[in-house]
């Protein structure tokens, strides 16, 4: 419950301070109002999709890990085939 | 490094980049800028620099909220 409250009070500030510099009237007078608030939403997104992305990039493979560990997994179903315990399909 | 990896997500970086950067120019930097500029051609009116960004939320809200609807339909005709 109380999280919930911790966000919608950081919501409130967030307004409170953007009708405030609203009405400081330092923007230009034809700015639409909803424009800065929505820039900073798609800005956001657009922050997180270049993390995701650069993380992908810098995504480290070990191709010869990979290897032993299929080895591993083949020798693991052998193993436990001979003792009579259902391994499952491949 | 494998190739799928990278290419996937150079296309991903590269794409948010230039939504960030078109974004950027046509809610920040256009307003200053004389009306007679032909910088103006490339960029759609104003009104859909606001449309634009919460049509594509409102869909993506809807299409989250129907993917999670069908598979708690799933589970519970699986458990029945």
């Known amino acids: ?90 | 490094m494998e190739l799928a990896d990278l290419a996937v997500g150079l296309l991903l970086s590269s794409i948010s980049l230039s939504i960030f950067t078109y974004y950027t120019f046509w809610v920040i930097i256009l307003p200053f800028v004389d009306s007679d500029h032909f910088i103006h051609k490339y960029f759609l009116p104003q009104d859909y620099a606001i449309l634009v960004p919460v049509f594509a939320g409102v869909t993506l809200l809807s299409l989250l909220s129907v993917f999670i609807g069908m598979v708690m339909l799933k589970s519970k005709k699986k458990k029945a």
Do not use: R
């Open chain 1, 1 to 90: 419950m109380k999280h919930i409250v911790k966000i919608l009070s950081l919501l409130l500030a967030v307004s409170a301070f953007w009708i405030g510099l609203l009405q400081a009237a330092i923007i230009p007078p034809g700015y639409n109002t909803w424009l800065l608030p929505i820039y900073f939403v798609v800005s956001l997104g657009c922050y997180g999709l270049l993390m995701v992305g650069l993380g992908l990039m810098q995504f480290p493979t070990c191709p010869q890990e990979a290897l032993l560990l299929q080895h591993d997994i083949a020798e693991a179903k052998d193993f436990f085939k001979h003792k009579g315990v259902d391994v499952g399909s491949d």
